[in-house]
């Protein structure tokens, strides 16, 4: 039976509990040379969430990545029961390799309830069916990526801007990107599985913005990156498999750091989920 860029990741979504509150991950059957962020930090957050009563749907995480994960060995999670109040669970999640942590994390849960509400409205943007899939757009770099280009992709990411090669090659310069994604095929119902789908996601694109501003461009070898720390707050329910915008900036980078923060907006302009992540960037010595 053939399975799918999709199917793929909801299998590595769907973790092995070898104890009470240890969980085994697997590592998808790619060339890459170190664990993608977005898939420790999804993975992280099943394990929490495996601990937790249905009905408290997960509202923040707070994580940091410690040490790059080893992509030929599974990975191991570690839950920490840290709360189990009222309205609100907490749980502390160790992502472990070889002995040694490589991520760790910190997830709440809540119960629902009513009350006050506003937000910032969503951007007006051009619909993602105008807009090219991401590997038409980056077929004229397609030699320069090599694996990245070909690699079957689980999530469909459009980009309203230009991604950072192709900014880079016309000479566009601002620190903020948006991009429509949602995953490409049909996800079971599970609430939990959405919200790591887009915990997933919500670290392919997110740093482009501290690049964009310096004619920067990943894979061109004149920056280095890697995610520090990652933070989301879930504002409300949503799908990952239906169209939804990134909204991302860069207010501030520095000291081989970059600071962006995003905004997730469903396709009816609900804001769904924010998101803070600080980077790594590093210019090699010319």
């Known amino acids: 039976m053939t399975t799918t860029p999709l199917d793929d990741l909801i299998e590595l979504l769907d973790l092995e509990q070898i104890e009470l509150d240890i969980f085994r991950g697997k590592q998808p059957q790619d060339s890459m040379q170190r664990v993608f962020g977005g898939q420790v930090a999804g ?3 099943v394990a929490a969430g495996r601990t937790v009563p249905e009905e408290r749907a997960v509202h923040s995480l707070h994580a940091y990545f410690l040490r790059p994960g080893d992509p030929s060995i599974p ?9 189990d109040g009222r309205s609100f669970t907490t749980r502390r999640v160790v992502a472990i390799q070889r002995g040694k942590p490589i991520f760790n994390l910190s997830a ?17 943007v051009p619909a993602p069916e105008t807009l090219t899939t991401l590997p038409e757009r980056m077929k004229p770099y397609a030699d320069e990526m090599g694996g990245w280009y070909s ?4 999530i469909d990411a459009r980009y309203v801007d230009e991604p950072p090669r192709v900014a880079m090659e016309l000479g566009h310069r601002k620190p903020s990107s948006r991009v429509w994604m949602r995953a490409d095929g049909t996800l079971p119902d599970d609430p939990l599985l959405h919200v790591c789908a887009v915990t997933f996601a919500s670290d392919m694109t997110l740093l482009d913005s501290t690049l964009l ?5 990943w894979g ?6 890697a995610s520090l720390d990652h933070a989301m707050w879930f504002h409300r329910p949503f799908r990952a498999d239906q169209w939804w915008l990134y909204d991302q900036e860069s207010p501030w980078a520095g000291a081989a750091r970059g600071l962006a923060r ?6 009816d302009g609900q804001l769904a989920v ?3 992540q600080e980077g790594l960037l590093r210019i090699p010595t010319r």
């Open 43 to 45: 993975q992280a957050l």
């Open 75 to 83: 990975i191991v999670y570690e839950v920490d029961r840290i709360r």
């Open 108 to 124: 709440s849960f809540q119960l629902s309830e009513a009350g006050i509400e506003h937000q910032f409205p969503m951007p007006e």
């Open 151 to 154: 690699r079957p992709r689980a």
């Open 213 to 217: 501003n310096h004619g920067l461009a």
């Open 220 to 225: 061109t070898g004149e920056v280095l990156g």
């Open 262 to 267: 995003g905004s997730i907006f469903t396709r």
């Open 274 to 276: 924010s998101v803070v």
